[in-house]
């Protein structure tokens, strides 16, 4: 095994992050190589719920946000990869939905108005009704209205098998980063006693970008984590549904996606308002509690008597912004060879890489010829947290 190698691009990160960017630098000819320190998309990339979002869920107070403009065409953009004929060849991803939905129980329609309004939903917002439902709300029962959002929902560990496919040769399991340098320029990291010179550094490890900077002695930017408490809800009975449950506010009052597990069945992953605020601070039992109370309200013809349960922690992890607030965009700062970034969403993945991409285009980076990396030790691909926690 060589002491030092050389690469054009060196990621520290395999989330979804680091893995579509390796794949958009791989097209281009970049050589790379991706370093992760656990598993392949085991931080918050398989704790995501896979929805593509287009910027609707952000337009309910009616205004148009910054988040609303910069998201808006990532469902195209993702459409088109996972047709085959996008920036990446994503066609073995499994699409969950080819639409996420907008649900209004009841007479509940204050907010809706605003909604409508909005430029970022207009034209993309269709109500459904009838066999047109997802099948978790053709019940006579359901008295609520639903539309229809170009927003699709994909099975995140198959898009992360996909990736790791398309990573060839690049991926290297490693424990030990530390800096390496020449005089006081960052020229690449060890890894594991390994030296690895790189043209550009980018750190895309989400959470665990912290670390890495203050190993860096790096003091900006710096990281904020926003924490969510979902659960989860396995059974026989659940139908599938994708949809965000409207409240009296400008979140959703409940979002559910539905998962395929191992044994067959369905599992619904619960986030939305329930899973932020008062949800973060409730223990398990009481959020299991919350969230029990919260579906036999809205939809009393599911049958959960024999639903497992579980909650999971997952904390979003950003650059810091003022108040703890949710950034619009994917974020990139450069320091020399260094890249410091986080996509801040999974639907983001794609701005992220495009914000590094036109740094190296700036900055007149270009591939430059090497061996292939044969003998790297990979690291394993993550495990759902529903199997995880509900086998």
Known sequence: MPSAISTDVLI????VAGLWLNARLRRQGFSTVVVESSTLGGGQTLKSQGIIH????????????????AIADMPRRWREALAGKGELNLSGVRLLSEAHYLWSPGTLAGNLTSFFASKA?????????GDALPPALQDPRFKGKVYRLAELVIDVPSLID??????????????IIEPLRDGDALVGLRVDGRDIF???????????????LNALHIARPTMQRRPLHMVLVKGPTLKPLYAHCLGGGSKPRITVTTHPAANGQWVWYLGGD?????GVARDPAEQI????????????????????????????????QSGLTRPDNAF????????????????????????????????????????????????PVAQTVWDQLLP
């Open 274 to 278: 329930i899973a932020e605020g008062d």
């Open 198 to 212: 790189a043209q550009r550094i980018v750190l895309s490890a989400g959470g665990g970008n912290a670390e890495l």
């Open 54 to 69: 287009g910027g609707a869920k952000y337009a309910l107070h009616g205004a148009l946000s910054g988040a609303s403009e």
């Open 162 to 175: 996909q990736l790791a496919e398309l990573a060839g040769d690049s991926l290297l399991a490693g424990q």
């Open 289 to 320: 509690a919350t969230a029990r109370k919260e579906l036999s309200q809205l939809l009393p013809w599911i049958d959960l008597s024999q639903a497992q349960w579980a909650t999971v922690r997952v904390d979003r992890a950003e650059p810091e």
């Open 12 to 15: 520290v990160g395999a989330g």
């Open 121 to 129: 939903v207009r034209g993309r917002v269709d109500q459904v009704k």
């Open 332 to 379: 990139l700062d450069v320091q020399g060879r260094l890249m410091i970034g986080w996509p801040t969403k999974l639907a983001l993945a794609p701005d992220f890489a495009d914000r590094v991409l036109a740094s190296l285009s700036r900055d007149d980076i270009h591939p430059t010829p090497q061996p292939e990396f044969t003998d790297f030790p990979k690291p």
